[in-house]
């Protein structure tokens, strides 16, 4: 009998089908190791699995019985233990506060700090740490902090452990370590959820692979019956559709050029060139560095070193504001935290980087503002009632649209779409992607960072692969690249 | 809100509602009239007043109206009732008739004119007539309408600087404080520099501006540690409200400064304006001013995206450090001018003042609708927050309500306000559920 069996798990979003009837078996002292593309579906199963997320339909059964997990506390309570990239720890709190926060050993009403001191030592030394439980979270490494996480799912007596992409801040010696305190755990009949994008780690730790695609599971078996190449193939094995519109290229002189940029360990010595007319892709997985090279860039951040040239001009860009002024547009990553003020009206968005067009003498001049916008509303066919709704309550390709029209209007000489077509429905993609040809068409240098590999080989003329800081490779001809190639170096 | 100011004002004006007495000037015109058409032209009056300016203004012009129409006018009496019998006797000694005596609401009740008839007998029964009275609400009366607003004057001006730096994401406990600072300033500096008591007009101004341009510049260096060491605001404005506290109570070495010139109450307590207060006249051009620039410039609109999404903001383009200074420093200049004008009500600058100001001004502007998290917000909303607390202060004096118990009501009131807005967002439960976006 499975340790957990999940069956038929349907669950939509407006707009996303999310999962289609994924199914998913784990018996104990198993890892399974989940893997799939970014949006494939992985993480709302598990938000299933955590309580987080209510399905549609399907049932969840644990040896053998059926049972409704209905919050994280129910699903806790079950013996489901969910470890994740960002972890649950009160930074201000020992790692033993945090172990039994919420289930404190009391005695006569009073913390028994003692018992729980030994307990927490006792934990912390079957998962192989050997840390004094009562430094503050905040004060230990992110391995330490890690094993507090799982020293604190021991304490709960958890028997399922989900892990989301554990090694993601790990350092090569970490990562061994959480292995050995996987394979302990495995021996005390744990069953494991492995969520992880590096396939090496995944060949070495995991007994058996479920590989998601969007929101279905498209293949699961022993990882011994898998080659890399069949994995990978199955991760991205997707046949391409009319998805992206036609593009003839004419490229120019280069006009973006970027030497030696460095940022502490998230961007080390990266160098490129956009040219003229040109569409040029950063690929990789997330975490790679991306938009955090897209940051400097924009002068959001400060690099260490490194030159940024536009048109021979060297730029020293000291704000977001510096770049714009040198004709740099950043659509962002994340249009709700960064992209846009959502609480104000679309118009008013729409006008932020370009008030001092729009103004005189300090005095706005709403009628141009009103007027510029409703012009880039019909020719962009925003889905708007009208220009005084708020951002808040536009569908994420409408809200999308509102960004790519505010640094329209600004001209700039160099765009950088940080995922723009994330959380985007197909057809606002299909008019995102007209809209990115048009631009590089007229001259401008485009920057684009996707995650989604069909996208990366659809739309971009020449392809960046970055990982863990450094650009690792370049296919100079998009067309003929595959996702294969991207995902070797990717993950190299 | 509006609404919720209309229903006060009804509420007070309909308890308020009592017997209203014209009293000087107008007293005098309606009774000359009166007395006029009731008795003829020839009609013979005594006039009864107390003595006091009011009475004395109406009796002078009593006499004169009933003069100039043709009747004659015995005696006036300024005093007491005892004044009043030695009138009357002399009238009745001199064997002369009266029509009418005419008093106040006050002297009309004098028990020397209760038997008139009986006492003085020769003076052919003369009627006791008075000015006609009318009923209407106190709280509407027009004095004190206008002291409403005078009061609430110092509390508006400081709100205009509090709301703006509220809907820029932060938060200025600092200002009660600069009242006391800069109204300290202001007046040692007149004591010191500008001739004390014999100020002139160039030195009072100056001195003002003097103690305003401080009061901003402490606002100036508030918004530079915030913007430069990226401390919330809450902390480093309480650190400044202690220390602009102290340095006021330095100053002024724990005394109240009154060498000030007569001329310093212009502002304060002057009506140049159709007799509407010139700090009213001041308020209202600083919130048109306000309204202007929130609504209708470009750093306006700065303010409200700093505050509605600061990283969204800086990656528009914003100058979000330059637009956060500049709200600090505005505040600080209000606050001074706020401290100025209470100064100039009190005829002093003393440390004591704008204690717990800082409090009554965010509770306006958050009764005013804007929100404290920043990003939203009407400068309007603010003078209504400003109004509805003055007018319920205003109210319960009025209603004779003592001061403990106001407190609690306007506590209560705040609460009540916020809890509205919070209703008016979409329920009760405040946080809008984060509505099913996917992230696999």
């Not at chain 1, 028997?159 to 050995?180: G, K, M, Q």
Request: proline letters at 3%.
């Amino acid at each position: 009998m499975p340790l957990l069996q999940m069956i038929g798990i349907e669950k939509s979003f407006p707009g996303v089908r999310a999962l289609t009837g994924v199914n998913l078996t784990l018996a104990a002292g198993e890892v399974l190791a989940l893997v799939g593309e970014n949006g494939a579906g992985k993480s709302t199963l598990m938000k299933v699995l955590g309580g987080a997320v209510e399905p549609d339909a399907g049932g969840i059964r644990i040896n053998g019985d059926e049972v409704r997990i209905e919050s994280p506390l129910g699903a806790r309570r079950l013996g489901i233990a969910m470890i994740y990239q960002e972890f649950n720890l009160v930074p201000a709190l020992s790692a033993r506060e945090n172990i039994f926060l919420g289930q404190e050993t009391t005695r006569g009403g009073f913390i028994a700090h003692d018992e729980e001191r030994r307990r927490a030592t006792e934990l912390l030394a079957r998962i192989g740490l050997d840390f004094d439980p009562e430094i503050p979270c905040r004060r230990l490494s992110v391995a330490q902090q890690q094993g507090v996480e799982i020293a604190k799912a021991l304490s709960l007596n958890a028997r399922i452990l989900v892990l989301d992409e554990p090694s993601a801040a790990l350092t090569t010696r970490e990562v061994e370590r959480l292995f050995a305190i996987i394979r302990q755990l495995q021996t005390h009949g744990l069953g494991i959820i492995y969520i992880g994008h590096r396939l090496e780690e995944i060949f070495e730790i995991a007994d058996r692979v479920m590989v998601m695609r969007d929101g279905a599971n498209v293949g699961e078996r022993a990882i011994a019956n898998f080659t890399r190449a069949q994995l990978i193939e199955m991760m991205v094995g997707r046949e391409l559709k009319d998805e992206f519109p036609k593009r003839t290229a004419t490229i120019g002189e280069p006009r973006l050029v970027v030497k030696g940029l460095r940022r502490g360990s998230a961007v080390r010595d990266v160098s490129f060139m956009v040219h003229r007319g040109e569409i040029v892709a950063l690929a990789g997985l997330v975490g790679a560095g991306r938009t955090e090279v897209a940051r400097l860039l924009f002068g959001a951040d400060a690099r260490d070193a490194g030159e940024i040239k536009l048109d021979g001009r060297s730029l020293e860009l000291r704000s977001p504001r510096d770049a714009i002024a040198a004709g740099i547009g950043l659509l962002t990553e994340d249009r709700k935290q960064q992209g846009l003020v959502l609480a104000h009206s679309v118009r008013e968005n729409f006008g932020l980087p370009n008030l001092d067009r729009l103004s005189r003498g300090g005095f706005l001049r709403l009628a141009n503002e009103r007027e510029e916008f409703a012009r880039y509303t019909s020719a962009m066919r925003i889905k708007i009632s009208d220009g005084e709704q708020r951002a808040r309550n536009l569908s994420g390709g409408n809200q999308q649209k509102v960004v790519i029209a505010k640094w329209l209007a600004r001209n700039c000489e160099v765009l950088i779409f940080d995922e723009p077509t994330r959380g985007v429905d197909v057809g606002a993609k299909y008019e995102i992607y007209v809209l990115m040809n048009e631009l590089a068409a007229q001259g401008k240098a485009i920057l684009t960072i996707s995650s989604d590999l069909p996208e990366v080989l659809g739309v971009a003329d020449r392809i960046l692969v970055m990982h863990e800081g450094r650009v690792t490779g370049e296919l100079a001809n998009a067309r003929a690249a595959t996702q294969e190639q991207i995902m070797e170096l990717a993950v190299a | 809100m509006v609404l919720a100011l209309l229903l006060l004002c009804a509420f007070f004006s309909a308890v308020t509602y009592s017997e209203q007495h014209l009293s000087g000037v107008a007293a005098a015109d309606q009774l000359a009239t009166a007395i006029i058409k009731q008795f003829g032209p020839g009609a013979r009056v005594l006039i009864a007043a107390r003595d006091q300016p009011e009475d004395a203004a109406f009796a002078e012009r009593l006499r004169q109206r009933l003069t100039s129409a043709g009747a004659s006018v015995t005696e006036v009496v300024k005093g007491e009732p005892k004044d009043a019998r030695a009138a009357l006797q002399r009238a009745a000694d001199s064997q002369s008739k009266l029509d009418a005596i005419a008093g106040t609401e006050a002297t009309r009740g004098w028990l020397v004119f209760a038997e008139l008839a009986k006492d003085f007998p020769s003076l052919g029964n003369p009627v006791l007539v008075q000015p006609r009275s009318y009923r209407w609400p106190n709280f509407l009366k027009r004095e004190n309408l206008l002291n409403i607003t005078n009061q609430i004057a110092v509390i508006a001006i400081l709100a205009v600087g509090m709301t703006v730096v509220i809907i820029a994401g932060g938060i200025d406990l600092s200002v009660g404080s600069l009242i006391a600072l800069a109204a300290v300033a202001a007046c040692l500096l007149i004591r010191d520099f500008a001739g004390g008591a014999n100020a002139a007009a160039f030195g009072l101004t100056l001195s003002c501006l003097a103690a305003i341009a401080g009061s901003g510049a402490v606002g100036a260096f508030t918004g530079a540690v915030i913007t430069r060491f990226l401390v919330p605001p809450f902390v480093v404005t309480l650190g400044v409200m202690l220390m602009a506290s102290g340095g006021a109570y330095l100053l002024a070495q724990g005394q109240s400064v009154y060498q000030v010139p007569d001329s310093f109450i212009w502002l304060g307590r002057g009506a140049n304006l159709f007799g509407v207060p010139n700090a009213v006249v001041l308020m209202l051009t600083l919130y048109v001013a306000a309204h202007v620039m929130m609504s209708r410039t470009r750093l306006g609109r700065y303010l409200y995206a700093v505050g509605g999404n600061l990283e969204a903001a800086r990656l528009s383009g914003v100058p979000v450090k330059r637009v956060q200074l500049f709200a600090y420093t505005l505040s600080g200049l209000l606050a001074g001018l706020g401290g100025i004008v209470m100064a100039s009500q009190l005829k002093s600058g003393s440390p004591t003042y704008g204690q717990m100001y800082e409090l009554y001004v965010i509770a306006a502007v958050v009764v005013g609708g804007t929100s404290l998290s920043g990003g939203e917000g009407k400068i309007f909303g603010t003078l209504i927050g400003a109004f509805i607390i003055a007018v319920i202060q205003n109210g319960m004096n009025l209603m004779n309500v003592e001061s403990y118990t106001q407190k609690v009501v306007l506590g209560l009131v705040i609460l009540a306000a916020v809890l509205l807005d919070k209703l008016k967002q979409g329920g009760w439960r405040g946080g809008r559920a984060p509505n099913g976006t996917q992230s696999a």
